[in-house]
T-cell receptor
Framework: QKEVEQDPGPLSVPEGAIVSLNCTYS??????FMWYRQYSRKGPELLMY????GNKEDGRFTAQVDKSSKYISLFIRDSQPSDSATYLC?????????????FGAGTILRVKS | NAGVTQTPKFQVLKTGQSMTLQCAQD?????MYWYRQDPGMGLRLIYY???????DKGEVPNGYNVSRLNKREFSLRLESAAPSQTSVYFC????????FGPGTRLTVT
């Protein structure tokens, strides 16, 4: 079993829909949770960063962490065709030497206009 | 401010050939990383360098070597390329978040 599980999709939604992307993990020591967005043929870029449990909102994006369930989510409101990309979750623990991240496989999102 | 740069962008090798992928960052970060990305596999860590002068194996180090030349540069070497090393390779550096380069698309025939 992988340390971080993420449904690869693809997830196809109409423009304006609310998108929910999720990851589950097995290591209870993870404290830092990130979502990266990767456009086709580009490097990943950080979208959201959360420490420990709770919610964080940034414009149309909301990241949620539920450490009791070992489950993280990214919500995208009013989705746009420009949101079409691969979304990767990533996480690490406080004491990880070298600040190494563990990534999910990534979910392909397609927003249709 | 270029961030993380990688060369080359594309490369085709024959089985058994060798090559070095170059990475440089201009953000004065201590930690640097090499990943490979394959369909459905996400990003898998090959090697990393927590600070200048140190290198450590990641999840999939076999067939690769690295050199942390100085604080800015971290290179990845394939000594004898194999078709299984066909992938997209990303370099990253770290300070509160990982910043990624644009990637190198490598095909081994």
């Amino acid at each position: 079993q992988k340390e971080v599980e993420q449904d690869p999709g693809p997830l196809s939604v109409p423009e304006g829909a609310i998108v929910s992307l999720n990851c589950t993990y097995s290591n209870s020591a993870f404290q830092y949770f990130m979502w990266y967005r990767q456009y086709s043929r580009k490097g990943p870029e950080l979208l959201m960063y959360t420490y420990s449990s709770g919610n964080k909102e940034d414009g149309r994006f909301t990241a949620q962490v539920d450490k009791s369930s070992k489950y993280i989510s990214l919500f995208i409101r009013d989705s746009q065709p420009s949101d079409s990309a691969t979304y990767l979750c990533a996480m690490r623990d406080d004491m990880e030497y070298g600040n190494k991240l563990v990534f999910g496989a990534g979910t392909i999102l397609r927003v249709k206009s | 401010n270029a961030g993380v740069t990688q060369t080359p962008k594309f490369q085709v090798l024959k089985t058994g050939q060798s090559m070095t992928l170059q990475c440089a960052q201009d953000m004065n970060h201590n930690s640097m990383y090499w990943y490979r990305q394959d369909p459905g596999m996400g990003l898998r860590l090959i090697y990393y360098s927590a600070s200048e002068g140190t290198t450590d194996k990641g999840e999939v180090p076999n067939g690769y070597n690295v050199s942390r030349l100085n604080k800015r540069e971290f290179s990845l070497r394939l000594e004898s390329a194999a078709p299984s090393q066909t992938s997209v390779y990303f370099c990253a550096s770290y300070s509160y978040e990982q910043y990624f380069g644009p990637g190198t698309r490598l095909t081994v025939t």
